[in-house]
T-cell receptor, first 110, second 116 residues
Framework: GDSVTQMEGPVTLSEEAFLTINCTYT??????LFWYVQYPGEGLQLLLK?????DKGSNKGFEATYRKETTSFHLEKGSVQVSDSAVYFC?????????FGAGTRLTVKP | DTEVTQTPKHLVMGMTNKKSLKCEQH?????MYWYKQKAKKPPELMFV???????INESVPSRFSPECPNSSLLNLHLHALQPEDSALYLC???????????????FGPGTRLLVL
């Protein structure tokens, strides 16, 4: 079945560092791909999405490109802030439901 | 407006209690979802409602009983829960259940449930 494999955390970075969180997927169809962010004590917020190959999703300085050839959707940000500290979930959605990766906890230190 | 609201925010209940969680959206979405999230884990799908009808039940124990009274509301009735049911319960919605399933799901803030 469809699945998402996400880089294990936790990830700790200094403010203004470059961020990459790896995400690869397995799917039989043509899923949409998502990154959700969960701040402490809150629900999931959609960060960005891409619906077809070569699409780039972007929001709040975060970017991810849907790469069909490598079945990847890596999340990047050029300069992280303390306020980016959260858990990040990669997810795919196809046919009936959404599959989440295990989540990556990011801590950004001043 | 992409808001999904959930009440209550926190809930503590005993194993013999009956309680309900409520979820509401006014985006005109016709698919609604219940997820369970344990600490440091991703959300796990419990139920999916499509056009107010239950379309997916992921083998959830009968002590969890979902209800969709109308297209904006989703309830989760709880009865005789166990301590291991303590978790964050998330509600989500998406626009069109017939759109191939590749739609964005919008999540509420969740209800944090503690079963004593």
């Amino acid at each position: 079945g469809d699945s998402v494999t996400q880089m294990e955390g936790p990830v700790t970075l200094s403010e203004e560092a470059f961020l990459t969180i790896n995400c690869t997927y397995t799917a039989t169809g043509y899923p949409s791909l998502f990154w959700y962010v969960q701040y402490p004590g809150e629900g999931l917020q959609l960060l960005l999405k891409a619906t077809k190959a070569d699409d780039k999703g972007s929001n709040k300085g975060f970017e991810a490109t849907y790469r069909k050839e490598t079945t990847s959707f890596h999340l990047e940000k050029g300069s992280v802030q303390v306020s980016d500290s959260a858990v990040y979930f990669c997810a795919l959605s196809d046919i009936h439901d959404m599959r989440f990766g295990a989540g990556t906890r990011l801590t950004v230190k001043p | 407006d992409t808001e999904v609201t959930q009440t209550p925010k926190h809930l503590v209940m005993g194993m013999t209690n009956k309680k309900s969680l409520k979820c509401e959206q006014h985006m005109g979405h016709r698919a609604m979802y219940w997820y369970k999230q344990k600490a440091k884990k991703p959300p796990e799908l419990m139920f999916v409602y499509s056009y107010e009808k239950l379309s997916i039940n992921e083998s959830v124990p009968s002590r969890f009983s979902p209800e969709c009274p109308n297209s904006s509301l989703l309830n989760l009735h709880l009865h005789a829960l166990q301590p291991e049911d303590s978790a964050l319960y998330l509600c989500a919605s998406s626009q069109d259940p017939l759109a191939g399933g590749r739609e964005t799901q919008y999540f509420g803030p969740g209800t944090r449930l503690l079963v004593l």
